[in-house]
């Protein structure tokens, strides 16, 4: 609330320094160049930009947080909930600076401009080239977010109170019309940010290039307020300094964006190794294709996550599909896999008339059939004219799927990853159940068994309570490290898992067997299989409840 004030006697103005003196903020109605209905509305003007910037920082830790580190549950809990907490006391730090509002506000935006705005470049910086350090560095991605959260929601925080002082001081009116008129401009330069944010900045200027020019905006904006505006409530000190501040940060937002590129890519070569030939940010994920050419293994990464190794790839695609194919499979659906690995598998069966492939990433589905490395590792299958692609989510598409199918094939990401979830949950599987015929199967791959035995049984459990019977199995031998988990990691680091589950399931009891009249696969024998189904039986944690939408139990 708004302590009223008298208007203070003629040069008794405050100075930058909390001396008195002429040309000082002053605590009476101050000399504007404009007419004071005009500059009401220049400081809502102001609010609304500052309110949409402050909004901007928080999408963008929360994203660039969830791309690095993965489970956005997770990231985006700490980072609102520390900046809220941040907010509260930054509002109570700015009444210390109430007296000297005008300049209070001034370096406040000009410092939430330079921290907002490098903040992307400075947490992308910290986990490509100290993310694998392990030892005091291994948490250092996680506490560099928490430091900017924190210091982003302590000057946010701070804005409203100075604001609030900077608009009474044009024109006097009771606290509720203020607070109203105030909270107004910054609910709607909110909204503004936060859909200028996944619809314009993110798709053309990207994460990095976003931040910074928000910040640039945001500097612009705060300086132009309180110099055009409150100029007279400041020293020509206060007003020299502000000028070389907001300048300050300007060349510095303006040099990164320039050096952004490079930086990137240094980056990235920091993550991946040199050898990267294929960078592109589709309307879903980053995709990234190192190797494949000369002789170097191809290496595919789908939002920072290993995903396609052609080092290991066949144990886990040959695991994956050939179990699933022992018994009539004329009609096969594949959920995911647009990279066409589990498509070759398929159609290395005789029998098999039809393939539909659901795949969320467009960007995907064309490098699968475009870059010479990967389409000749998928053995151009996605090019078979029994192969049916449509891009699409899995969970809406089966929601109106009409047809049979003998097999389907869940080869999507890890159910630890957020956006993953709902793709595991007892709705899902009794969507695929309802499109499995009489004598059909699914088989789902389950993320790691050793490491994360929890997450596994739990997809188990999900799909008893859809309705079908189960049989879990695993297999061993992971040598590049290909991600079965939700960790997002650089390359290099050790800390991959080392085996891949499967939970192969059916209206039936199904038994992992390889097809008699099929193709012997390279990695797989029934033998093999057998033990691998002891194996995997021995990790298994009952009494797991099922995973739902409204209750998602797996852990990120």
Not at 235 to 246: E, G, H, I
Request: charged share 20%.
């Amino acid at each position: 609330m708004i302590e009223p004030q008298a208007p203070a006697p003629p040069g008794s103005a405050q100075s930058w320094d909390g001396r008195g003196g002429t040309g000082g903020d002053a605590d009476g109605p101050v000399r504007l160049p404009v007419r004071q209905g005009t500059g009401r509305v220049l400081v809502l003007a102001g609010v609304f930009v500052c309110a949409a910037c402050g909004l901007v920082y928080e999408l963008e830790l929360v994203a660039l947080a969830t791309y690095l580190m993965g489970d956005s549950v997770t990231q985006a809990s700490v980072v609102l909930s520390v900046m809220v907490f941040a907010m509260g006391l930054g509002s109570l730090a700015a009444k210390r600076l109430r007296r000297h509002a005008a300049a209070g506000f001034g370096a406040v935006e000009a410092t939430l401009a330079l921290v907002g705005g490098c903040s992307a470049m400075a947490l992308y910086a910290v986990f490509a080239w100290t993310g694998d350090w392990g030892g005091v560095w291994a948490n250092g991605p996680r506490c560099l977010l928490v430091a900017f959260s924190l210091a982003t929601g302590l000057l946010i925080g701070a804005e409203v109170p100075l604001l609030m002082e900077l608009i009474q001081r044009i024109r006097r009116q009771d606290a509720g019309g203020a607070v109203a008129d105030l909270s107004a401009a910054d609910y709607v330069g909110a909204l503004f940010g936060g859909l200028a944010f996944p619809f314009l900045l993110l798709p053309f200027l990207g994460q990095l290039t976003g931040a910074l020019i928000t910040g640039a905006v945001n500097a612009v904006v705060g300086g132009a307020l309180v110099l055009g505006l409150f100029r007279q409530d400041l020293t020509r000190r206060a007003r020299r300094l502000l000028v070389a501040a907001n300048v300050c940060v300007l060349v510095i937002l303006a040099s990164a964006a320039v050096l952004v590129d490079d930086f990137e890519r240094a980056a990235r070569h920091a993550m991946y190794g040199s050898d990267v030939r294929v960078a592109l940010q589709t309307d879903v994920q980053e995709v990234l294709l190192t190797g494949g050419r000369d002789g170097r293994p191809l290496n595919l990464f789908l939002d920072g996550r290993l995903r396609v190794s052609d080092r290991d790839e066949l144990r886990y695609h040959q695991a994956l599909v050939h179990p699933a194919m022992n018994g009539p499979h004329a009609r096969v659906l594949v959920l995911g896999g647009g990279d066409g690995l589990a498509v070759r598998e398929v159609l290395r069966h005789a029998g098999v008339h039809r393939v539909d492939v659901v795949e969320l990433d467009a960007g995907v589905v064309r490098l699968a059939r475009r870059d010479p490395g990967l389409s000749a590792l998928n053995a151009h299958a996605l090019d078979d004219p029994r192969v049916r692609v449509t891009v699409a989510d899995a969970f809406d598409w089966l929601r109106g799927a009409a047809t049979a199918y003998d097999v389907v094939v869940s080869d999507l990401p890890h159910p630890g990853i957020t956006a993953s979830t709902k793709l595991y949950s007892r709705e899902f599987y009794g969507l695929a159940r309802r499109v499995l015929a009489p004598k059909g199967r699914l088989v789902v791959h389950g993320g790691a068994v050793a490491s994360r035995p929890r997450d596994f049984w739990t997809v188990d459990s999900t799909l008893r309570a859809s309705g079908l019977r189960t049989a879990a199995y695993r297999t061993r031998g992971r040598q590049a490290g290909f991600a079965a988990g939700p960790d997002r990691s650089p390359a290099g680091t050790a800390h991959t898992d080392r085996d891949w589950g499967f939970v192969l399931a059916a209206r039936h009891v199904p038994e992992p067997r390889l097809d008699p009249s099929g193709p012997r696969p390279r990695t797989l024998t029934d033998a093999s299989l057998a033990a691998d189904a002891r194996a995997a039986e021995h990790t298994r944690v009952p009494g797991l409840p099922p995973s739902t939408l409204v209750h998602p139990r797996y852990a990120g």
